[in-house]
Protein backbone atom coordinates (compact mmCIF):
# COMPACT_ATOMS: atom_id res chain seq x y z
CA UNK A 1 0.00 0.00 0.00
CA UNK A 2 1.37 3.36 -0.96
CA UNK A 3 0.63 6.46 1.60
CA UNK A 4 1.10 10.20 0.62
CA UNK A 5 1.87 12.27 3.24
CA UNK A 6 0.47 15.69 3.48
CA UNK A 7 1.76 18.28 5.70
CA UNK A 8 -0.65 21.67 5.82
CA UNK A 9 1.39 24.46 6.77
CA UNK A 10 0.78 28.08 7.01
CA UNK A 11 3.75 28.71 4.44
CA UNK A 12 3.85 25.55 2.28
CA UNK A 13 1.82 22.20 2.05
CA UNK A 14 4.96 19.66 1.79
CA UNK A 15 4.10 16.02 0.49
CA UNK A 16 6.19 12.71 0.50
CA UNK A 17 5.07 9.37 -0.69
CA UNK A 18 5.79 5.92 0.14
CA UNK A 19 8.81 4.79 -2.36
CA UNK A 20 10.07 8.89 -2.77
CA UNK A 21 13.36 10.23 -1.08
CA UNK A 22 12.66 13.84 -1.77
CA UNK A 23 9.41 15.99 -0.70
CA UNK A 24 7.55 18.33 -3.19
CA UNK A 25 6.15 21.02 -2.00
CA UNK A 26 4.46 24.92 -3.02
CA UNK A 27 3.45 27.51 -1.68
CA UNK A 28 0.25 28.07 0.71
CA UNK A 29 -0.83 31.40 2.73
CA UNK A 30 -3.80 33.27 3.49
CA UNK A 31 -5.77 32.64 0.37
CA UNK A 32 -4.99 28.56 0.53
CA UNK A 33 -8.35 27.23 0.50
CA UNK A 34 -9.03 23.09 1.31
CA UNK A 35 -10.54 23.15 -2.37
CA UNK A 36 -7.18 24.73 -4.04
CA UNK A 37 -4.81 22.96 -1.63
CA UNK A 38 -6.67 19.26 -2.81
CA UNK A 39 -6.47 20.81 -6.65
CA UNK A 40 -2.64 22.14 -5.81
CA UNK A 41 -1.67 18.33 -4.24
CA UNK A 42 -3.85 16.17 -7.01
CA UNK A 43 -1.39 18.84 -10.13
CA UNK A 44 1.69 18.30 -8.03
CA UNK A 45 1.56 14.62 -6.92
CA UNK A 46 0.32 13.94 -11.16
CA UNK A 47 3.46 16.33 -12.46
CA UNK A 48 5.70 14.03 -10.28
CA UNK A 49 4.26 10.77 -11.60
CA UNK A 50 3.86 9.49 -7.70
CA UNK A 51 1.27 6.50 -7.18
CA UNK A 52 -0.61 6.31 -3.87
CA UNK A 53 -3.60 4.24 -2.57
CA UNK A 54 -4.11 6.39 1.02
CA UNK A 55 -3.82 9.53 2.11
CA UNK A 56 -2.63 10.91 5.62
CA UNK A 57 -2.66 14.63 6.11
CA UNK A 58 -1.16 16.91 9.61
CA UNK A 59 -3.71 19.55 10.20
CA UNK A 60 -2.50 22.76 11.32
CA UNK A 61 -5.21 22.97 13.93
CA UNK A 62 -7.46 20.33 16.19
CA UNK A 63 -8.39 17.39 14.93
CA UNK A 64 -11.04 14.99 15.55
CA UNK A 65 -12.35 11.57 14.19
CA UNK A 66 -10.55 12.55 11.13
CA UNK A 67 -12.25 16.20 10.53
CA UNK A 68 -10.65 19.95 11.30
CA UNK A 69 -12.42 21.21 14.28
CA UNK A 70 -11.57 24.57 13.40
CA UNK A 71 -10.56 26.51 10.52
CA UNK A 72 -6.73 27.37 10.68
CA UNK A 73 -5.74 30.84 11.72
CA UNK A 74 -2.61 31.47 8.71
CA UNK A 75 -4.87 29.75 5.64
CA UNK A 76 -8.04 30.64 3.90
CA UNK A 77 -11.66 29.38 4.76
CA UNK A 78 -13.52 25.95 3.95
CA UNK A 79 -11.37 23.17 5.95
CA UNK A 80 -14.24 22.62 8.64
CA UNK A 81 -16.78 21.94 6.63
CA UNK A 82 -14.76 20.06 3.41
CA UNK A 83 -14.70 16.57 2.71
CA UNK A 84 -11.19 15.14 1.78
CA UNK A 85 -12.34 11.86 0.92
CA UNK A 86 -14.45 12.57 -1.81
CA UNK A 87 -12.14 15.00 -3.20
CA UNK A 88 -8.98 13.23 -3.23
CA UNK A 89 -10.96 10.21 -3.74
CA UNK A 90 -8.70 8.08 -1.49
CA UNK A 91 -9.21 6.98 2.13
CA UNK A 92 -7.65 10.10 3.82
CA UNK A 93 -6.76 9.80 7.18
CA UNK A 94 -6.31 13.75 9.37
CA UNK A 95 -4.33 14.43 12.54
CA UNK A 96 -3.05 17.56 14.10
CA UNK A 97 0.24 18.53 12.22
CA UNK A 98 2.38 18.54 15.68
CA UNK A 99 0.90 15.16 16.49
CA UNK A 100 1.99 14.14 13.10
CA UNK A 101 5.46 15.44 13.08
CA UNK A 102 5.92 13.43 16.70
CA UNK A 103 5.20 10.26 15.30
CA UNK A 104 6.72 10.72 12.58
CA UNK A 105 10.10 10.90 14.14
CA UNK A 106 9.02 7.82 16.79
CA UNK A 107 11.79 5.89 17.17
CA UNK A 108 11.41 2.92 19.59
CA UNK A 109 10.98 2.93 23.30
CA UNK A 110 9.00 6.13 25.08
CA UNK A 111 7.92 9.23 24.04
CA UNK A 112 6.34 12.19 25.68
CA UNK A 113 4.56 14.59 23.36
CA UNK A 114 3.32 17.71 24.67
CA UNK A 115 1.02 20.09 22.04
CA UNK A 116 0.38 23.08 23.22
CA UNK A 117 -0.44 25.58 20.25
CA UNK A 118 -2.24 28.69 20.29
CA UNK A 119 -5.75 27.35 20.72
CA UNK A 120 -4.65 25.11 23.71
CA UNK A 121 -7.52 25.37 26.34
CA UNK A 122 -7.10 23.74 29.61
CA UNK A 123 -10.54 23.93 30.67
CA UNK A 124 -11.96 22.92 27.52
Same mark, same amino acid.
Request: no cysteine; proline share 7%; charged share 25%.
Given at each position: $?? %??? /???GG +?? /????A?? =????? =? !? #?S?? @?M?? @? &? $???????? %??A???????? +???? #?? #????? &????? #???????W?? !??? &??? !???? /?? /???? *? *??? *?F? +????? @? $???????????P? +?
Open positions: $MK %VLV /IDV +SN /IKLLTG =QKEKL =Q !F #PGP @RTA @R &R $MVADVKKT %VKAGWKHDVI +SMGY #PG #PVLHD &RPMAE #PHNLGKGVK !FDF &RKA !FGHP /IK /IIND *A *AMQ *AG +SYDGG @R $MLFLGLGPDWDL +S
